[in-house]
């Protein structure tokens, strides 16, 4: 089943990679991953600031400071229960939104951005059935209307589990479809100060692989952000988005 | 075409001794993330069995066949995992060997409860493993599409490749036999002991049963004592037949069980399991069943035959 579905979705972007280089301008000569669809700029989106030297640095490292910050609300949503399933008090919020604040930092080889949220409760281990791992990811390539991305317009996903304490390269491509691709070359280094999750992601702009991975070297849009209280059992579609947006580089 | 295997378990017959549960958990629960799991266990009934009050949490699925989200157990609804102490017990003084932690609460815990006062108190054995249900709830709540039922032989297995913890099929079994693995972070579960069933060998569960309880074998094969007793004679009923997923574990329930004695300790006729906590259990089917039984007990010791009690007799306890 899920060799298939990689296969499926391998195929389909090896299509669209192929339209791609006959379509598309130099700036997304090198962009494989899901057929590009961002505009550039900075715009209302977030701008990775140029700095010198290691990106992937603790998030209270004065080289944030060379980045805007932008928040965005988050919103929650539940599409776990589709498909007719009922109870569980699975359906409610329960858990605080607030907002997710975003920066982001390049040095011209490696991309890293700083997410940071408010959770009153930091849950960063898993022993037993009932406990869940607070969770965070970055969704790039979205598409304008279906959220998990659908077969022919794959999404990629950063993927930071707390209670495992690693960020998955995933893509999917459509709901019930997130597939770790094992190209896990995304560091981390996360931290839980008064009631705030800071979380740094870094990754080098170029792909390792471009059928897994987005090319960053001249942003990407729309991306969005997510986030799972793991105290409110929050997982899978259980959980706090924010609105689309992009990111693009100094 | 697709087959369904089948379990049937004669809860006449059980004694308790938790066999099963021992060679079930060698097999295939000893390592780590499993320790507190039980695909198999015994519990004494009635009490709050395995997880702790497994039966008020929900699951299965409603009049219009959706599947339910029931209640997630607590961790401790399982019990401690405990070790025995030899080294201290043995060797350094004491002569105790003890569980540490001290454990408060477990698999079978209230064994020797059950209920009622002196002279009229009850009891029954009641092993429980996944159904392998015909509509299984569990894969019915999967987001991911990691549960499936095999064509061959209707079991019900998690597709650990697939499987991301989410934990929607712990919340869905109406009788709580998916379980999370914590270390791991995803949901394991009964595997009806594939491999050995590949092999043409009863499940361990089965094969080591000191009663020789427990049969196993195809529905649809009309030579099987499984056919015999749940499809040809309907002596055997699922548990729970209101939770709708079909489950293909059958249970011969208890019919020879001792009476409710007087004060001088004279049987009165009277079952001590009373009908009404076995229609809880079976549903109002459990009535003719009984009566269907013991009209065959009946025949036999007025000298007839009975093929329903020659199968149940039998040594044999599988046909693959
Ligand atoms: S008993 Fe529970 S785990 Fe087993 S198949 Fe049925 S619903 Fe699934
Ligand atoms: S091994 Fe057989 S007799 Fe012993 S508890 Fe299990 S089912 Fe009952």
Not at chain 2, 122 to 131: D, G
Request: charged residues 20%; neutral net charge.
């Amino acid at each position: 089943m899920m060799k298939m579905l990689i296969k499926q979705i391998v195929k389909i972007m090896s299509a669209i990679i192929l339209l791609a280089s006959v379509a598309i301008t130099d700036t997304y000569a090198r962009g494989g991953f899901g057929g590009g669809g961002f505009g550039g700029g900075g715009g209302n989106g977030i701008v990775a600031a140029r700095v010198l030297g290691n990106v992937l640095v603790a998030p209270d490292d004065a080289l944030w400071n060379n980045a805007t910050a932008r928040s965005f609300s988050l919103r929650f949503v539940n599409s776990t229960g589709g498909g007719g399933m009922q109870g569980g008090g699975d359906g409610t919020s329960g858990g605080t939104g607030g907002t997710m604040t975003v920066k982001a930092i390049h040095n011209g080889t490696d991309i890293a951005f700083r997410l940071s949220w408010n959770d009153a409760t930091k849950n960063d281990t898993v022993n037993g059935v009932d406990e869940f791992s607070d969770r965070a990811g970055i969704m790039f390539s979205a598409e304008q209307k279906c959220r998990m991305g659908s077969p022919g317009n794959p999404v990629n996903i950063w993927f930071w589990h707390a209670a495992k304490g690693i960020v998955n390269n995933i893509i999917a491509g459509g709901l019930g479809t997130i597939t770790k691709t094992g190209d896990d070359n995304i560091r981390v280094i996360s931290n839980y100060v008064n009631g705030e999750w800071q979380l740094v992601m870094s990754r080098p702009l170029l792909p390792v692989n471009s059928d897994n991975q987005v090319d960053l070297s001249n942003g990407n849009g729309p991306i969005a952000f997510a986030r799972w209280d793991g105290a409110n059992r929050e997982r899978n579609g259980k959980k706090w988005i924010t609105g689309q947006t992009s990111v693009s580089l100094q | 075409m697709a087959r369904q295997l089948a379990m049937v378990i004669n809860l006449d017959k059980c004694l308790g001794c938790h066999t099963c549960t021992v060679a079930c958990k060698n097999l295939w629960t000893s390592k780590k993330g499993r320790e507190y799991m039980y695909w198999n266990n015994v519990e004494s009934r009635p009490g709050p069995g395995y997880p702790r009050n497994w039966e008020v949490r929900g699951g299965g699925f409603d009049a219009n066949g959706n599947v339910i989200l029931g209640e997630l157990p607590a961790q401790a609804d399982y019990g401690e995992v405990t070790e025995y102490n030899y080294e201290k017990g043995l060797f350094n003084g004491g002569g105790i060997v003890n569980a540490e932690p001290e454990p408060s609460w477990g698999s079978n815990w209230e064994e020797d409860e059950g209920e009622g006062d002196f002279g009229e108190n009850y009891y029954m054995y009641l092993p429980r493993l996944c159904n392998h249900c015909t509509n299984p709830a569990c894969l019915a709540a999967c987001t991911r599409n990691a549960i499936y039922k095999r064509q061959e032989d209707g079991i019900v297995l998690v597709d650990q490749d697939r499987c991301r913890g989410y934990r929607h099929c712990v919340q869905a079994c109406p009788y709580k036999k998916v379980m999370f693995n914590s270390f791991k972070g995803q949901s394991e579960k009964c595997i009806f002991c594939y491999p050995r069933i590949e092999k043409g060998k009863p499940n361990a569960c089965a094969m080591q049963c000191p009663g020789r309880i427990r049969q196993v074998g195809f529905l649809d094969d009309t030579s099987s004592d499984v056919y015999k007793l749940a499809v040809q004679h309907q002596v055997a009923i699922p548990l729970h037949p209101e939770y709708g997923t079909g489950p293909n574990v059958y249970y011969i329930p208890p019919f020879s069980g001792p009476s409710t004695v007087d004060d001088q300790g004279r049987p009165i006729n009277i079952d001590r399991i009373p009908m009404t906590y076995l229609r809880s259990l079976f549903g109002d089917g459990v009535d003719a069943v009984i009566a269907t039984l013991r009209a065959e007990r009946e025949a036999v010791s007025s000298g007839g035959s009975s093929e329903i009690l020659e199968v149940l007799n039998s040594n044999n306890r599988y046909s693959l």
